[in-house]
């Protein structure tokens, strides 16, 4: 007797963003400058999200974009910056404005917080945040004895995302994520963002079969039960690189740099970029395959 | 005409109608014939069977690690968790690292299958020893996984293989897996967000619970074991089981596909 | 210029057991009856250790081996038992006649003490341990509230071993372990052990040239500076498997079941399987190459 | 006759002869021409120094991540963390996850670099914000991992491109990293077991620490670089400079095999 169908998982790019209210606390995979959901992020512009709380571990384009369409009202990480090509200046303008409250957390200390969620805690214990700033303005943290030794610890809150989205090469429509045999930080981290949240939304490069599942079974660190929604984006991290499949697009990164030095010129670029393109796929075609084609990484064949 | 059911096809389907789809169900590998047949065989050919029924998005996680084993090219159950056969059985995702793929205390696992040497009125189970914890009459394997079954499992089958007054006892010399010590509202004040044993399976009856009581009660009683075989075989009073029935039947289609499709060589079942 | 010699840390397993003294905490890796550092095991027995307390997650026949021998005073496990080879009769013994102490936790609580030690933390929180008596039988257990909710958390304590022992397939002389690609959960342990101390003894199957480690970079998983020793010992998980090298010896464990019968039989095992033979290799001269030959298990050869 | 040492050289060196064999020495991976090479670049050109000299067990986390990468077939330092070239360049240990080989909160990483945009008379540092935290002239990066590098870290190198009023402050507007407020007993009220910075290192300068009292001061100025010019470029005021000696120079031997194997193509240290 063959099984009944599974339940399919997989949604468009416009439904999954509708998934994310305004207000929410969204967590964004990807670490830095590197396999960013970005495609999720413009399609959030693209439908005027507003008041946001975005919660990571180090981010980039992605608050930059969001922060520069007035998507957002809150950040809490380490670190928001362009690594090599600079600083966010979207970013920048907000907070100096006023517009956009940031809350400082140690790099380590944000991956602590989804292991805390990660581990149903409310917190997690630090003893290394005694006389930083970090502590100074965030009166979330508080301090309490350890119930051992009764040493004065620390405890910061954990991340507490209402959704979180992150960037895969290989999913299923169940959900089942395939993460390459090769990977690296970033993609530790959407695995334990993946395991943090109830609500997880994951882009992916390509929909695979049951079959591409089972061959690669020891990879699957985020398996079907634990994802709420799948949908198909290939080049969804573009212009972030997606470790095996493409690399950094550093040509539109430039100009997206330059776009970023006044509001006008950004909104401009988002016009021309996020809200002009019908979909993703108008925007993949703006790009032209000649650039894209340029940018594949092969990861290993190995 | 189709032979009437086993045992132990009739306690897969009553377990199997009792998932819903979508769920994820956690097995250890459990030895010995009759602790690996209550413990791991039957709740396998159950799950199997619910995803061919009403349950097709059911997760199975088999030794707690396996997704979704493919048991089609084995001849016998593992009979060791962390082995070589298991590194190559076919599945759809191995947990390798805890944590690992499924959260434990997020609650990821929505039900397990637990065994242990005593049970008591209130649902809770002991694996650590008979007699005083500091110099014990037996001493036995530990609480291992019972804890987190009894907690951070969303619920919990206990499958006794046996049915003696040595294992169904007015209270357990250990509580290693937590049941309702006073009630639902006596799991509140220990600070358990949700879980707890919701079936006692046996090979005489399946015991169920008043939960806001806190008391395991007779839910039904297997074909061919009396009333007072039952009671004679349980350290506590069961009270007046006169209106208890017998254990429900599986259907026709139940047991064609049971036995044709789930365990057609009697490899998660065998013939003991 | 050609660089300076490196540090050795391979040492001999005499020497490496001496580095156990009476009394100490000693956490073996493996994880109930899979890999566990045997070969060890049976040079502490030889020298005669004494007053050791035990660590683990799930022990089989290590505990069992060193309770037999009088070695141990204390374990803190959730498990002791052999699986398939059922109960551990020399464990069993000891405790009901009161010469063994045993501290129990539940089986994820124990990974979890090993990781309060990953991060240099002195407890543990856990909202599941209300109404079970491994609070009961353990005051090092405490509850306080949570810095952040206030509601009642339980505490334990970090596991805090003194050393630490796994067996892996391979390490360098400096003590770069490496972990095979297609490791389980066992394999997991012994990392997460690797990095819950810093006295770490490996005992390897093989001891394998730089070239060797740079080729396996992605599995080094414990790197020199984890590592204080390390000594080779082909088979040195026998009786038990190593994953990716040979199976279970389940006749020799036969065989050991039922020694464990009664504390004559098992001084005799003793005396024919641990102290009798001079060395490790005269323990494998024993069991003979044809009976090692089967055990093999390939691995993988993709 | 040899060429007399650059300055970038003679970083390289002062820096090389203060590590330990067996150390483990953490770099991150810093963009823009004077960063990379102050943060990343003379780092790195030191740590191999180091491992030519007297410290042939020490181990390079290159970006944090990659153990003892092997240089020798690119062509110029990575620009990127996490890249495909940063995972196809052969080391001997990657670190592809957190908590990873480095265990950090027990202190396995002897050093780290580290830079900022503000540093003060105590050896806080800041990346954070220019003025008020609400409300900032200038908005920066954030900590990032400056507050475990300061803490966790067993000693910090802080490693400043550029020296100029604006970088050296009385009092950095938010502290990123600790250094010595109070001195050591300073740090131990604060509830922080160890590390802290050990060198300043600056275009002009070097400045260590009494670490009793919890203040930076000047341990070397470079050749070339007068007393009036090192104050002028501080926002703070040096003391008596008189008796500070110059930079130490790189031996003969040292140069040698900086030049020709350590770093023979200016990969790590390019000529800007």
């Known amino acids: 007797m063959s099984k009944a169908p599974l339940v399919s998982k997989l949604i468009s790019l416009p439904e999954a963003a509708r998934r994310v209210p305004n207000g929410a606390r969204l967590a964004l995979g990807g670490f830095a400058v590197y396999q960013k959901p970005m495609a999720f992020v413009r399609e959030l512009i693209r439908q005027n999200r507003r008041g946001l709380t975005v919660i990571g571990s180090a981010n980039s384009f992605d608050v930059d974009m969001l922060a520069g369409a007035g998507c957002l009202s809150r950040v809490e990480t380490s670190y928001v910056g362009l690594e090599k090509h600079g600083l966010a200046r979207n970013f920048r303008r907000a907070v100096e404005g006023g517009r956009l409250k940031v809350v400082d957390y140690p790099e380590m200390a944000c991956w602590d917080r989804f292991r805390a969620n990660q581990d149903n805690f409310d917190f997690w214990p630090a003893k290394f945040l005694g006389g930083n700033d970090v502590v100074t303005y965030n009166d979330e943290i508080k301090t309490f004895p350890c119930p051992i030794t009764g040493r004065t610890l620390h405890a910061f809150p954990a991340a507490n995302p209402d959704v979180v989205v992150i960037h895969a090469i290989a999913a299923d429509e169940q959900g089942n994520v395939v993460i390459p045999a090769r990977r690296l930080l970033p993609q530790s981290g959407d695995v334990l963002m993946g395991r943090s949240c109830e609500h997880v939304i994951v882009t992916a490069e390509k929909i695979v079969p049951k079959s591409f599942i089972k061959r690669h079974a020891r990879f699957v660190e985020l398996p079907s039960y634990r994802i709420s929604a799948v949908v198909e984006v290939p080049w969804g991290s573009h212009p972030t690189p997606t470790l095996g499949r493409y690399l950094s697009d550093d040509g539109h990164l430039d100009s997206y740099v330059e776009a970023s030095a006044t509001d006008t010129a950004f909104a401009a670029y988002l016009d021309e970029w996020v809200r002009r393109p019908a979909d993703h796929f108008a925007y993949l075609d703006k790009l032209g395959s000649a650039q894209l084609s340029r940018l594949t990484d092969l990861g290993s064949l190995a | ?272």
Not at chain 2, 60 to 89: K, Q, T
Not at chain 2, 172 to 180: L, N
């Open chain 2, 1 to 272: 005409m189709t032979a009437p059911a086993t045992l132990n096809e009739t306690l897969a389907v009553v377990l199997a109608r009792s998932f819903a789809d979508g769920e994820v169900g956690f097995t250890g590998l459990l030895t010995g014939a009759a602790a690996a047949l209550f413990g791991t065989g039957i709740p396998l050919a159950a799950m199997e069977l619910a995803k061919r029924l009403h349950a097709p998005n059911l997760t199975i996680l088999l030794a707690g690690c396996y997704h979704n084993p493919d048991f089609s090219e084995i001849d016998r159950l593992p009979d060791s968790e962390h082995s070589a056969m298991l590194r190559d059985l076919p599945c759809e995702a191995q947990m390798v690292d805890y944590p690992g793929q499924f959260v434990l205390k997020r609650g990821d696992v929505s039900f397990g299958f637990s065994s242990a040497v005593q049970v008591d009125r209130v649902g809770n189970i002991n694996s650590v020893c008979v007699g005083p914890h500091d110099r014990p009459k037996v001493r036995l394997v530990g609480p291992i996984l019972q804890p987190e079954h009894m907690t951070l499992f969303r619920r919990e089958y206990v499958m006794m293989p046996h049915h003696d007054r040595r294992n169904f006892v007015q209270k357990v010399d250990y509580v290693s897996g937590v049941g309702y010590p006073g009630g639902l509202e006596g799991r509140k004040k220990l600070g358990l967000d949700w879980g707890g044993p919701c079936l006692v399976v046996t090979p005489k009856c399946i015991f169920d619970f008043d939960r806001e009581a806190g008391l395991m009660k007779v839910r039904s009683i297997h074909r061919g074991v009396t009333r007072q075989d039952l009671q004679d075989a349980t350290g506590f009073d069961l009270g007046d089981l006169s209106a208890v029935p017998e254990t429900e039947h599986p259907s026709e289609s139940e047991l064609e596909i049971l036995r044709h499709h789930v365990d057609p060589r009697g490899v998660l079942m065998p013939a003991l």
